[in-house]
């Protein structure tokens, strides 16, 4: 649905096909890279972080978090700490979100 309009748009705004493929592979990287995945909210630069509020990738992949790891505990996971060391514990679903730095937190 909103990579139709998406499309859509860009086929309205652009005179060849061309153009409308380089616009739209070149806004689909940009709208991935503010999405939140690889880098973290706090790890985008302030001057591109307000973008992640108009992407819709940032808003699907918060909600796959939200829904994925809100309340739930994680059970005999290898946690490696700073100094290289292993050790199996738990984890918390909900600490691990607020790690990710989920800008809209009114999970």
Do not use: H
């Amino acid at each position: 649905c909103v990579g139709q309009a998406f499309a859509r748009v860009l086929i309205a705004f652009s005179r060849t096909q061309v153009s409308a493929n380089v616009a739209s592979s070149l806004l689909i990287l940009l709208f991935a890279t503010v999405g939140g995945f690889m880098p973290s909210f706090e790890q985008i630069t302030p001057v591109l972080r307000w973008l992640s509020w108009i992407t819709p990738v940032s808003y699907a992949f918060e909600g796959m978090m939200i829904n994925q790891f809100d309340g739930i505990t994680f059970f005999g996971l290898v946690i490696i700490d700073e100094n290289g060391t292993s050790n199996v514990g738990t984890v918390d679903g909900t600490k691990y979100l607020e790690s990710m730095s989920i800008p809209r937190k009114q999970w």
